[in-house]
Protein backbone atom coordinates (compact mmCIF):
# COMPACT_ATOMS: atom_id res chain seq x y z
CA UNK A 1 0.00 0.00 0.00
CA UNK A 2 1.44 3.19 -1.07
CA UNK A 3 1.70 6.01 2.03
CA UNK A 4 2.11 9.70 1.73
CA UNK A 5 4.32 10.98 4.28
CA UNK A 6 2.90 14.57 3.72
CA UNK A 7 -0.12 15.62 1.81
CA UNK A 8 0.99 16.53 -0.80
CA UNK A 9 4.01 15.18 -3.45
CA UNK A 10 5.38 15.88 -6.77
CA UNK A 11 7.21 13.69 -9.10
CA UNK A 12 8.59 12.98 -12.46
CA UNK A 13 9.62 9.84 -13.54
CA UNK A 14 9.85 7.41 -17.15
CA UNK A 15 8.74 4.47 -17.45
CA UNK A 16 10.10 0.63 -18.74
CA UNK A 17 8.34 -1.24 -21.61
CA UNK A 18 6.47 -2.64 -18.55
CA UNK A 19 5.04 0.35 -17.31
CA UNK A 20 6.91 0.97 -13.93
CA UNK A 21 7.79 3.59 -12.59
CA UNK A 22 11.96 3.43 -12.63
CA UNK A 23 14.89 5.57 -11.54
CA UNK A 24 14.32 9.22 -11.58
CA UNK A 25 11.59 10.30 -8.81
CA UNK A 26 11.84 14.08 -8.45
CA UNK A 27 10.13 14.79 -4.67
CA UNK A 28 9.90 18.36 -3.95
CA UNK A 29 12.13 19.20 -0.82
CA UNK A 30 10.24 18.32 2.29
CA UNK A 31 8.32 15.90 0.74
CA UNK A 32 8.35 11.80 0.58
CA UNK A 33 6.65 9.14 -0.93
CA UNK A 34 7.16 5.52 0.81
CA UNK A 35 5.83 2.17 0.44
CA UNK A 36 5.39 -0.53 3.33
CA UNK A 37 6.00 -4.06 2.60
CA UNK A 38 5.62 -7.43 4.93
CA UNK A 39 7.62 -10.30 3.54
CA UNK A 40 7.09 -14.43 5.53
CA UNK A 41 10.31 -16.73 5.21
CA UNK A 42 8.84 -20.02 3.88
CA UNK A 43 12.12 -21.54 4.28
CA UNK A 44 12.88 -20.23 7.58
CA UNK A 45 10.40 -19.23 9.64
CA UNK A 46 10.69 -15.53 9.42
CA UNK A 47 8.89 -12.42 9.04
CA UNK A 48 10.19 -9.01 7.39
CA UNK A 49 8.58 -5.35 7.99
CA UNK A 50 10.22 -3.21 5.35
CA UNK A 51 9.84 0.51 4.45
CA UNK A 52 11.21 1.88 0.67
CA UNK A 53 11.02 5.64 0.92
CA UNK A 54 11.57 7.53 -2.42
CA UNK A 55 13.25 11.08 -1.05
CA UNK A 56 14.62 13.91 -3.53
CA UNK A 57 17.90 12.58 -4.84
CA UNK A 58 17.37 8.88 -3.54
CA UNK A 59 15.80 6.27 -2.18
CA UNK A 60 15.69 4.70 1.15
CA UNK A 61 15.13 0.98 2.32
CA UNK A 62 15.25 0.60 6.45
CA UNK A 63 13.74 -3.01 7.67
CA UNK A 64 13.90 -5.56 10.04
CA UNK A 65 13.87 -9.54 9.76
CA UNK A 66 12.44 -11.69 12.84
CA UNK A 67 12.27 -15.08 13.33
CA UNK A 68 13.64 -18.78 13.62
CA UNK A 69 16.60 -20.02 11.16
CA UNK A 70 18.34 -23.39 12.12
CA UNK A 71 17.00 -23.33 15.28
CA UNK A 72 18.26 -20.33 16.27
CA UNK A 73 16.39 -17.00 17.05
CA UNK A 74 17.05 -14.37 14.19
CA UNK A 75 17.15 -10.66 14.14
CA UNK A 76 17.95 -8.55 11.08
CA UNK A 77 18.18 -4.80 10.77
CA UNK A 78 19.36 -3.34 7.77
CA UNK A 79 19.51 0.34 6.03
CA UNK A 80 19.88 0.84 2.51
CA UNK A 81 20.95 4.37 0.90
CA UNK A 82 20.42 4.20 -2.63
CA UNK A 83 21.26 6.13 -6.05
CA UNK A 84 17.53 6.72 -8.35
CA UNK A 85 19.01 3.73 -10.24
CA UNK A 86 18.38 1.71 -7.54
CA UNK A 87 22.46 1.25 -6.99
CA UNK A 88 23.76 1.15 -3.44
CA UNK A 89 25.61 4.02 -1.71
CA UNK A 90 25.43 3.12 1.68
CA UNK A 91 24.62 -0.08 3.91
CA UNK A 92 24.48 -0.52 7.85
CA UNK A 93 23.38 -4.24 8.59
CA UNK A 94 22.99 -5.33 12.01
CA UNK A 95 21.91 -8.85 13.10
CA UNK A 96 22.03 -11.82 16.16
CA UNK A 97 21.91 -15.14 15.30
CA UNK A 98 21.50 -16.75 18.32
CA UNK A 99 24.03 -15.58 20.59
CA UNK A 100 26.10 -14.09 17.96
CA UNK A 101 25.96 -10.37 17.07
CA UNK A 102 27.16 -8.70 13.91
CA UNK A 103 27.48 -5.53 11.94
CA UNK A 104 28.48 -4.84 9.10
CA UNK A 105 28.70 -0.40 8.07
CA UNK A 106 29.92 0.29 4.18
CA UNK A 107 30.01 2.98 2.05
CA UNK A 108 30.88 2.48 -2.17
CA UNK A 109 32.98 5.81 -2.92
CA UNK A 110 34.08 6.68 -6.49
CA UNK A 111 37.52 4.64 -5.32
CA UNK A 112 35.57 1.73 -4.33
CA UNK A 113 34.09 0.47 -0.75
CA UNK A 114 34.92 1.41 2.31
CA UNK A 115 34.28 0.34 6.28
CA UNK A 116 33.01 2.81 8.73
CA UNK A 117 37.08 4.07 9.53
CA UNK A 118 37.23 4.40 6.34
CA UNK A 119 39.69 1.90 5.69
CA UNK A 120 39.40 0.55 2.14
CA UNK A 121 37.35 -2.68 0.91
CA UNK A 122 39.32 -3.68 -2.15
CA UNK A 123 38.02 -6.99 -2.49
CA UNK A 124 34.58 -6.26 -2.72
CA UNK A 125 35.51 -4.59 -6.13
CA UNK A 126 33.25 -2.48 -8.00
CA UNK A 127 29.80 -4.03 -6.56
CA UNK A 128 26.70 -1.82 -7.13
CA UNK A 129 24.35 -3.88 -5.81
CA UNK A 130 24.09 -6.21 -2.99
CA UNK A 131 22.16 -9.04 -1.65
CA UNK A 132 21.24 -10.19 1.75
CA UNK A 133 20.21 -13.73 2.29
CA UNK A 134 16.82 -13.90 4.68
CA UNK A 135 15.03 -11.05 2.55
CA UNK A 136 13.74 -10.68 -0.79
CA UNK A 137 14.14 -6.96 -0.81
CA UNK A 138 17.84 -6.83 -2.51
CA UNK A 139 16.22 -8.76 -5.64
CA UNK A 140 14.19 -5.35 -6.37
CA UNK A 141 17.68 -3.67 -6.84
CA UNK A 142 18.45 -4.83 -10.03
CA UNK A 143 15.18 -5.70 -10.97
CA UNK A 144 14.02 -2.23 -10.84
CA UNK A 145 17.65 -0.75 -11.67
CA UNK A 146 18.63 -2.44 -15.17
CA UNK A 147 16.63 -2.30 -18.44
CA UNK A 148 15.46 -5.59 -19.09
CA UNK A 149 14.52 -6.84 -22.83
CA UNK A 150 12.34 -9.81 -23.65
CA UNK A 151 14.42 -12.99 -22.57
CA UNK A 152 17.46 -11.08 -22.26
CA UNK A 153 19.86 -12.21 -19.24
CA UNK A 154 22.77 -9.91 -17.60
CA UNK A 155 24.66 -10.73 -15.38
CA UNK A 156 26.01 -8.52 -12.84
CA UNK A 157 28.51 -9.03 -9.59
CA UNK A 158 26.90 -8.16 -6.17
CA UNK A 159 28.12 -7.91 -2.36
CA UNK A 160 26.68 -10.97 -0.69
CA UNK A 161 25.78 -11.20 2.76
CA UNK A 162 25.25 -14.37 4.17
CA UNK A 163 23.67 -13.58 7.51
CA UNK A 164 23.61 -17.24 9.41
CA UNK A 165 26.82 -17.57 8.07
CA UNK A 166 28.21 -14.14 9.21
CA UNK A 167 30.17 -14.06 5.51
CA UNK A 168 30.83 -11.55 3.23
CA UNK A 169 31.63 -12.44 -0.16
CA UNK A 170 31.22 -10.96 -3.99
CA UNK A 171 29.18 -13.02 -5.84
CA UNK A 172 27.82 -13.39 -9.99
CA UNK A 173 24.37 -13.74 -10.62
CA UNK A 174 22.13 -13.99 -13.29
CA UNK A 175 18.98 -12.45 -14.15
CA UNK A 176 16.23 -12.74 -17.38
CA UNK A 177 13.13 -11.28 -17.67
CA UNK A 178 10.34 -13.70 -18.59
CA UNK A 179 7.39 -11.58 -18.78
CA UNK A 180 6.53 -8.50 -17.33
CA UNK A 181 6.21 -10.08 -13.97
CA UNK A 182 8.44 -12.65 -13.57
CA UNK A 183 12.45 -12.62 -13.75
CA UNK A 184 14.38 -15.94 -13.26
CA UNK A 185 17.59 -15.54 -11.05
CA UNK A 186 20.59 -17.91 -11.12
CA UNK A 187 23.40 -17.58 -9.06
CA UNK A 188 26.94 -18.36 -10.15
CA UNK A 189 27.59 -21.49 -11.82
CA UNK A 190 23.87 -22.24 -12.36
CA UNK A 191 23.62 -24.06 -9.13
CA UNK A 192 20.08 -22.10 -8.06
CA UNK A 193 18.06 -20.74 -9.96
CA UNK A 194 14.47 -19.53 -9.08
CA UNK A 195 11.25 -17.92 -10.98
CA UNK A 196 10.68 -14.51 -9.06
CA UNK A 197 6.90 -12.83 -9.46
CA UNK A 198 7.36 -9.15 -8.65
CA UNK A 199 4.44 -6.22 -8.52
CA UNK A 200 3.99 -3.67 -10.39
CA UNK A 201 6.56 -1.47 -8.58
CA UNK A 202 9.47 -4.39 -8.85
CA UNK A 203 8.91 -6.13 -5.30
CA UNK A 204 9.06 -9.09 -5.00
CA UNK A 205 5.40 -11.19 -4.34
CA UNK A 206 6.21 -14.73 -4.41
CA UNK A 207 10.10 -16.44 -4.42
CA UNK A 208 8.79 -19.97 -4.74
CA UNK A 209 9.74 -21.76 -1.37
CA UNK A 210 11.39 -18.78 0.25
CA UNK A 211 9.45 -16.01 0.27
CA UNK A 212 5.54 -15.05 0.03
CA UNK A 213 4.53 -10.82 0.02
CA UNK A 214 1.58 -10.59 2.41
CA UNK A 215 1.09 -7.00 2.74
CA UNK A 216 -0.05 -5.63 0.48
CA UNK A 217 -1.43 -8.52 -1.12
Known amino acids: MWCL ?14 GRLRNFLTC ?19 EEHCAITYLDGGIVVRSEIEGWAQS ?35 KRTPAGWVDATGADCAEFGECRYVDISLTPLTNSLPINGLL ?30 INETKYRFTNAGGAFTADIRVDADGFVTDYPELFEMLIPH
Open 72 to 106: KAVYVEYTLHLNLDWTVTELDIHFNVGAEENNYKL
Open 5 to 18: CTTFFLYKGFLNSE
Open 148 to 177: FGESQDTEIEVLYFDILANDVRRDVQHYSR
Open 28 to 46: SKNFAMQKSIVWEGIAYDT
